[in-house]
């Protein structure tokens, strides 16, 4: 069953009743202002922190979810009914309902009594506000006499303290109202320079600051007695629920259509010239006037969301493909790579499962999603690589999280989760190797934000490397510390106490050892060694080529259990995800990563490695993280054994790692396979069991219940999560096989049999790459000649083309008579969708 459906062309998913299994949403802004907004209108928005420069309120753990938005409603003042157009709070019945969700906007259009009425959400580029663009037309063939009224709830600042500090917060809520234009100031007499404010084009005949006078007495949001009533409060907050109310009275005739304009923004003001008069306590506004005059103009509203169109077509505009199947084209031409951006700014921390208070931005995870991005804006990637570097340790070590309004490590989580630092060394790599930019490796960086300790960039991955070295187990493989990739899998925890942090415990000397650190410990140094000959570095590259050798065997004689990768050694030296254990004797991690880095992938490891993946994980929703699930709690584990069978690490669908088995997949020659548990979890691909997915078709979800779980194929965590760089990396990079590369672009697709090939537009260090790739469908088998501008080439790496240029790639595929015959073949059809 589905809840609306793709326009590919208009770049939307279209909602189509409002009663989607959960909220399904999308984000406003790019830069720093940001909004969520669901196809109901919920949602909040901020300002660069959403826990520090939260705006709007949003009121998380909620059944049912998502309360609280950027309401409106709309009253025939001649019947007093009255209704939301975007269907919440009032949930009223409407005549006809779509939500649009684009890339940086959302229109949500209904119609009621013959009311039409149509809001467009967007953040223009280059402003902290968002504009509400709506849109009445009286359908009726009677005049219309309605009311429309605003509602925003503003939030106390700090998202942490307006949850809980109501002693303080319901007696410093402080706003102005001038000219219409409602100012949310709390703390602003203090030591905030910020505040918000809320206009709209038409004068108001009424407003209303203060939410209970709005509301009426034990009132709800679903029926506000302003509205009820048709007759604004005027109400001045003092204390209490500030909020931000306009009443606007219009006449329609019939056909006749209306447009209004409401805008929500942030503004700061330098410290000492804050108040008009200076001395007094009002908000000097003269910012703020210029910008709410210019968004009165339809013009200026209509050429900004133009603006931001032709900024997404862009940015999608320089890596397209056109393949035999839809799902792969919509995902990669827009949804996967609309995500990564959203990823990329926000990492996770604001999304209906990501209370915008908790994390900030991960170490692992922005490196990760920069993996999906550096293609899309390669400044802002770069500038990210040197934010992340510099929050590292002296050690190499790498704090888990920091905050991105100050950009400083986070003490509360602290630092040791040991693979933290080799992901910086992959983030810098796909940076570099997609826009020669070897300036970066170059950059001082200081450490831990120390001034004074600042060392190139360059030096920082070496560091990242022997930070691994520095800290080996007793079978030689790299120390685990806090956790891994997998911040679950605690093995140095030891947790009996309720409710004490599983990440933060941590036995001290802890000895645990991580198979998965192992295989990426081999990836990175790869990669560095690749840095290190980029830089003439020849002796250094030598001994990372050396030590990732060295740790590859290591891997093969300590982390091999006979039909795949070990996981990890506990604490006692035990051997996890092994066929010693009872419980959790596969995982996914080892698999993927160790393969990825070449572990086996010659003598037979890895394919056999792989068939277990096959057999013992792969479920028609996607391929589980372990198996047999956990069923008690594993002192000794950690909390991974927490979760109850089939949910998060604990045997859930934890799609992150799925993307890494389709590119191990490819890495052994089987692209039938490796298209095949793509489209397993391809958000698009399981539109059609929506009510079973529940989380929205258009992006990716952190997890899927596993076969495990008794709602086995429910998506859980949509949006950040690192699924989405992953997945972009597993179809573009190693399916397609369009792979930035030091000295070009590498040609290497693996492709399932039935295709023909497929075309694909790719821009690539400033010039445009038109690429065909020609195939026999029925065929298997590897590029065997590459012809550029018509010249063939040796190899299958279209050296850098001069800036400026556009040339034409054709690549042919040979069939390859050693084609797999393992019996793994049969996989190319037999995708088991739901
Ligand atoms: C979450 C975290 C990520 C971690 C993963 C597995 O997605 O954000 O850092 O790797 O869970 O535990
Ligand atoms: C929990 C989640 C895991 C996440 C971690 C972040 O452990 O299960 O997915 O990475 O929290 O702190």
């Not at 996607?622 to 927490?642: D, K």
């Not at 492709?751 to 690539?764: C, I, N, S």
């Amino acid at each position: 069953m589905q809840f609306g459906h793709f326009d590919d062309a208009a770049r939307e998913y279209v909602i189509t009743r409002p009663d989607t299994p959960l909220p399904w949403i999308n984000y406003l802004g790019n830069e720093e202002y940001f909004a969520i907004v669901s196809n109901t209108a919920g949602g909040y928005s901020f300002f660069r922190d959403p826990r520090l420069r939260r705006l709007t309120r949003y009121r998380y753990n909620n059944v049912p979810l998502d309360s609280g938005g950027r309401y409106l409603y709309v009253r025939d003042d001649d019947t007093g009914d009255f209704w939301s157009p975007s269907w919440q709070p009032t949930k009223g019945d409407l005549d006809e309902y779509t939500c649009r969700h684009g890339l940086g906007y959302t229109i949500i259009e209904s119609q009621r009594a013959g009311i039409d009425v149509e809001t467009l959400y967007f953040v223009p580029l280059g402003e902290t506000l968002e504009l509400w663009r709506t849109r009445v037309v009286n359908q009726r063939d009677t005049p219309a006499r309605l009311s429309l009224f605003s509602a925003v709830e503003f939030c106390l600042w700090d998202a942490l303290d307006d949850a809980t500090n109501f002693q303080r917060n319901f007696s410093v809520g402080e706003v102005e109202v001038e000219d219409g234009v409602v100012y949310h100031k709390s703390e602003y007499r203090e030591r905030r320079d910020h505040f918000a404010y809320f206009g709209c084009s038409e004068a108001p005949v009424g407003f209303d600051t203060q939410s209970d006078a709005f509301l009426g007495p034990y009132r709800g949001w679903d029926r506000p007695l302003a509205v009820e009533e048709g007759r604004s409060r005027d109400s001045i907050a003092h204390g209490w629920a500030p909020c931000g109310s306009h009443h606007l009275q219009l006449e329609l005739e019939p056909g006749e259509a209306r447009e209004l304009v409401f805008v929500l923004g942030y503004a700061e003001n330098p410290h000492d010239a804050k108040f008009d008069p200076p001395g007094s306590q009002t908000i000097d506004k003269s910012r703020v006037l210029p910008i709410l005059a210019r968004y009165r103009e339809p013009a200026e509203v209509e050429a900004a969301f133009v603006r931001l169109r032709d900024y997404w077509t862009d940015l999608l505009g320089g890596l397209q493909a056109t393949t035999p199947n839809e799902h792969v084209n919509r995902m990669v031409n827009v949804w996967n790579q609309y995500q990564c951006m959203v990823t990329f700014n926000l990492s996770r921390s604001a999304s209906l499962f990501e209370s915008g208070i908790g994390r900030g931005m991960g170490f692992r995870d922005s490196n990760q999603d920069l993996l999906g991005f550096v293609h899309l804006a390669p400044a802002r990637a770069r500038e990210r690589v040197l934010d992340l570097a510099a929050t590292q340790l002296p050690t190499g070590g790498a704090y888990h999280q920091y905050q991105p309004l100050t950009k400083r490590g986070n003490d509360a989580i602290g630092s040791g989760f040991n693979d933290d630092p080799l992901w910086l060394i992959l983030a810098t790599g796909a940076y570099v190797k997609e826009t020669g930019d070897v300036s970066i490796l170059q950059e001082p960086v200081p450490y831990d934000n120390e001034e004074g300790s600042e060392t190139p960039l360059y030096e920082h991955l070496q560091r990242a490397l022997q930070y691994t070295l520095d800290r080996l187990g007793p079978h030689g493989l790299p120390l685990i510390g806090h956790a891994d990739w997998n911040d679950c899998l605690n093995l140095n925890c030891f947790s009996e106490t309720p409710g004490e942090s599983f990440q933060t415990t941590y036995r001290e000397g802890g000895s645990a050892e991580s198979v998965f650190i192992g295989g990426l410990f081999v990836l990175a140094a790869d990669e560095l060694a690749a840095i290190a000959e980029r830089l003439g570095d020849d002796p250094e590259a030598a001994a990372y080529v050396a030590a990732g050798e060295l740790m590859s065997g290591t891997v093969r004689a300590q982390g091999w259990d006979g039909e795949w990768f070990r996981r990890a050694y506990d604490n006692a030296g035990e051997p996890v995800g092994s066929s010693a254990n009872d419980e959790g004797q596969i995982f996914i991690e080892p698999q993927g990563l160790c393969v990825m880095a070449g572990v086996g992938v010659d003598d037979g490891l890895a394919a056999r490695a792989l068939t277990s993946v096959r057999e013992r994980l792969a479920t028609k929703h996607g391929i589980v993280l372990v198996q047999p699930a956990y069923t008690r709690y594993h002192l000794e584990l950690g909390e991974i054994t927490s979760y109850p069978p089939g949910y998060k690490e604990n045997a859930g669908v934890f799609c992150h790692t799925n993307p890494w088995i389709v590119i191990a997949e490819t890495l052994v020659g089987n692209g039938d396979a490796a298209l095949d548990y793509y489209l397993r979890t391809n958000p698009s691909s399981r539109e059609e069991i929506s009510e079973l997915h529940r989380c929205e078709p258009y992006v990716y979800a952190q997890m899927i219940a596993g076969a495990d779980a008794p709602t086995h194929g429910e998506a859980k965590n949509s949006w950040l999560t690192g699924t989405a760089a992953w997945n972009l990396v597993a179809i573009t990079q190693w399916i397609l096989g369009i792979r930035p590369e030091h000295d070009g672009l590498r040609i290497d697709p693996c492709l399932p049999a039935d295709w023909d090939g497929f075309t694909a537009e790719r821009d690539f260090r400033g010039a445009t790459l038109h690429i065909t790739v020609h195939k026999q469908p029925g065929t298997r088998g590897r590029v065997s000649s590459l012809v550029v501008d018509g010249e063939r080439i040796a190899g299958n790496v279209v050296p850098v083309q001069p800036a400026g240029s556009v040339v034409e790639v054709v690549a042919e595929i040979e069939a390859d008579g050693a084609a797999r015959t393992d019996g793994r073949v049969e996989l190319g059809g037999a995708h088991q969708g739901p």
